[in-house]
């Protein structure tokens, strides 16, 4: 066919009146695509579900991150319970060795029972130290690291590949056990078949439904947890150098999320998110907080430093409770201390737990192995840190309601004051038992009127002989203590109880027995003149106050005092059946520590440890007053309000409301044992005390320097004397219970000579 020859054109076919459409599918043929789809939808879920497709890298880091670090924190709070019962074993150990095995030694001039050291006592200590070094280790490492936790460091890709193949194996053995424990039910409970169909109807529902992509608005509430948190045990700053307080800002209100919303405090697990937290919190109760800084992670909860661009954190303290609803923390969770340093912050702690629990307990003090003037642990701090104070001169008000802890507190205090060499405690109580379980180790015990009346006047007037005293016996301004010039420390609790002429007579005394070293401590329940009788409670040099009314704070440390964070009326005393806040206390005044804020709880002691300390207190013996304060005593003008009101005739028109009684008197009036003094044996050291006495009489004086009184002994009878030298005569003397020689006032041109005093030497034949 040639190559240009026209191709033919076949017609086209004409349109149907019908096109032709697909066939519909049969509903058979619907219901199985449908199921087909579904069935890819359950595969799809499922194996998705298997290989944790729904857990991104990010979420599986964080729960790393929080597994590590809920680990390190229960290693950090085992290892401070340790360490806290160690050394309560160890001082309960030292207590039974001193009572069981002591040992008796001079030291600074008197006499100290030492506990001897048992094979107990060396495991303890081994085990204490080993603790205490783990302790140590711990901290070196923080400051190795910059403070930060090793708990806190990144997630690895190794660490999150393990954390989604435990994923996968938890889900894979999840549903082998649940299939297990049906296949187990159904053939024990056949009704469990009946009950499994709607069940297994709506698993395969849910499971089926088709797969949508969503996009979810807003993001994941935290992003990768950082490694900033700091940790439970902090190490002190490198080089010795004061870190700025406020200076470690985590974060500040500029850099908060938009239309972030507040959260529980229990979902926060790093630095970044607890300061996310409190500001969003502030934010929403119209606090001007404006940063979150130096955030500690602590056994009870959280600490932080904030800063307020407003007014000041009393602004904190007025939304507290508000606070706690955010953060939905307990009542008194959330605890502001304002800092006197920053007047703009103040620490913040949040707390969820016992504070106190890793608290040490009592250390063990020996009989006479302290001095008043020393230092004594009786508690510890919120954050930590030891409660020590010295009552030498302090005059005290502690301030609770019932069952704030008062008794508690005044026990701890004369746990301290009854272990010194140099002071005697009196406890003085119109209503309860005062010093009850310390009552061996005190040396008078006034209950009633009479004898609370008598004591007080009879310290009254012995602070006014000191106080004409000082100066003869060279102690200058302050009278100084020694065993054989000691201080004196009065407890008085309940004391709006007393009768009108026993305040009288302790308020004459507050105000003169400081400089004597003749101290009081009153107990209240109340710091209003309600109580008091008198506005006296801001006047106390020392000051503490537990579980009370809000009017009381404000009585005792101030007007403004609740605004600047002194919160006592928020602890709550203890009921029958629950502590809760007794012996927790607020405290100005304490020598040589700034007054802050901050809450305390004073050491509770058990009453066995307490008797058993005053048993052995006992043992080593108590002091007397000495000669000279007693002497002096009889030189001195009572009050008037004490002295009897006579007519114009001369005659009794109103007795004396008290009398002032010798020492001995006031012993047995209060049912205490005078100071026993067994008959004086013949020999040397009785017959050096009667010539002594006799050469004086014959003098006509009451009184002799050492050396005078050898010349008169030599003179009266040379043959025994005649060769004896003032050191053999003070060792005779000593010898029949005189003592050494003691500062004797001015004789003749000598100021402070020292010698023996005639009544002295009598008393003791």
């Known amino acids: 066919m040639a190559a240009d020859a026209p191709v033919e054109q076949q017609p086209i076919p004409p349109m149907p009146d019908q096109p032709p459409t697909t066939p519909e599918p049969s509903r058979g043929e619907r219901y199985k695509a449908a199921y087909e789809a579904q069935k890819q939808n359950v595969r799809l879920r499922l194996t998705a579900w298997f290989a944790t497709a729904d857990i991104d890298n990010g979420t599986l880091a964080e729960e790393v991150v929080a597994r590590r670090r809920t680990k390190l924190q229960q290693e950090d709070q085992h290892l401070l319970r340790e360490v806290g019962r160690l050394r309560a074993k160890l001082a309960q150990a030292r207590i039974d060795a001193a009572r069981h095995h002591s040992a008796t030694e001079m030291e600074n001039g008197h006499m100290v029972r030492r506990a001897a050291i048992t094979p107990e006592i060396e495991r303890i200590r ?35 590949d393990r954390a989604r193949w435990t994923k996968k194996a938890t889900r894979v053995g999840a549903v082998i056990a649940g299939g297990y424990g049906y296949l187990h039910g159904i053939t024990a409970e056949p009704v469990l078949l009946l009950l499994s169909v709607p069940g297994a109807g709506f698993g395969w529902w849910f499971l089926s439904r088709p797969i949508v992509e969503e996009t979810v608005e807003g993001q994941a509430p935290f992003l990768l947890a950082p490694a900033s948190l700091p940790a439970t045990l902090m190490a002190a700053p490198a080089g010795g150098a004061a870190p700025i307080v406020g200076g470690n800002v985590v974060m500040s209100v500029e850099q908060l999320p938009e239309e972030r ?74 605890r502001p201390q304002p800092l006197r340093a920053r007047r703009a912050c103040a620490i913040l702690r949040l707390v969820d737990g016992d504070p106190f629990a890793t608290a040490p307990g009592l250390p063990y003090r020996a009989p006479k192995s302290l001095s008043i003037t020393d230092k004594f642990r009786i508690g510890t701090s919120v954050g930590g840190d030891p409660l020590e104070l010295s009552l030498a001169g302090v005059m005290g008000l502690w301030v609770a309601a019932s069952g704030g802890g008062k008794t508690g507190i005044l026990q701890a205090l004369a746990e301290g004051t009854t272990a010194c060499y140099d002071n005697i405690t009196i406890d003085c109580d119109p209503h309860g038992d005062g010093l009850e379980d310390l009552g061996d180790a005190v040396r008078i015990t006034a209950r009633s009127n009479e004898q609370i009346e008598a004591v007080l006047l009879f310290f009254l007037v012995m602070s006014k002989s000191r106080a004409r005293l000082r100066a003869k016996l060279g102690m200058g301004k302050k009278w100084k203590p020694s065993a054989t010039h000691p201080a004196v420390t009065i407890f008085i609790d309940e004391f ?88 927790h206390i607020f405290i100005q005044g304490v020598p040589g520590m700034a007054d ?23 043992e080593a013996g108590l002091l007397e007053p000495d000669q000279e304060s007693l002497d002096g005593m009889k030189g001195v003008d009572l009050p008037e309000y004490v002295e009897p009101e006579y007519d114009k005739d001369g005659n009794v028109r109103k007795p004396a409301p008290v009398r002032l009684l010798t020492w001995d008197q006031l012993l047995r009036l209060c049912d205490a044992q005078p100071a026993e003094r067994g008959p004086l044996e013949d020999g040397a050291p009785r017959q050096a005390v009667e010539d002594s006495v006799t050469v004086m009489e014959k003098a006509g004086v009451d009184r002799m320097k050492t050396e005078t009184l050898l010349l008169a002994v030599r003179d009266y009878d040379v043959d025994t004397y005649g060769e004896m030298d003032v050191e053999q005569l003070k060792a005779l003397l000593k010898a029949a219970g005189a003592g050494a020689p003691i500062t004797l006032g001015p004789i003749g041109e000598e100021k402070s000579p020292r010698g023996f005093k005639r009544d002295r030497l009598r008393n003791l034949l």
């Open 596 to 618: 802050e804020p901050i809450e305390y709880a004073v050491h509770e002691i058990p009453s066995a440890t307490l008797r058993q300390l005053a048993t052995e207190r006992l």
């Open 496 to 583: 709006p109880k007393l009768s009108d002429l026993a305040k009288l007579l302790a308020f004459d005394l507050f105000l003169v027995g400081r400089k004597e070293l003749i101290e009081v401590e009153y107990a209240s329940q109340g710091g209003t003149s309600r109580y008091l009788g008198e506005s006296i409670a801001q006047m106390m040099p020392l000051k503490g106050v537990g579980p009370c009314k809000v009017g009381d704070t404000r009585a005792v440390f101030g007007d403004d005092s609740v605004r600047e964070g002194y919160l006592p009326h928020k602890l709550s005393p203890a009921t029958d059946t629950d502590p809760k806040d007794a012996g």
């Open 261 to 334: 919303k507040p959260f529980p405090i229990r979902n926060v697990q790093t630095a970044d998110q607890l300061a996310q937290c409190v500001l969003l919190a502030a934010r929403a109760e119209g606090v001007p907080i404006v940063d979150v800084s130096d955030v500690q992670r602590q056994p009870w909860g959280w600490q932080c430093i904030v800063r307020v661009d407003n007014g000041t954190p009393e602004a904190i303290i007025a939304k507290s409770g508000d606070l706690e609803t955010k953060f939905d923390l307990p009542a008194n969770g959330v």
């Open 126 to 160: 081994g085990d204490l130290a080993a603790a205490e070094t783990r302790v140590e280790q711990r901290a070196a490492e923080l400051e190795a690291t910059g403070g930060v936790s090793r708990a806190m460091a990144p997630a690895t890709a190794k660490d999150i």
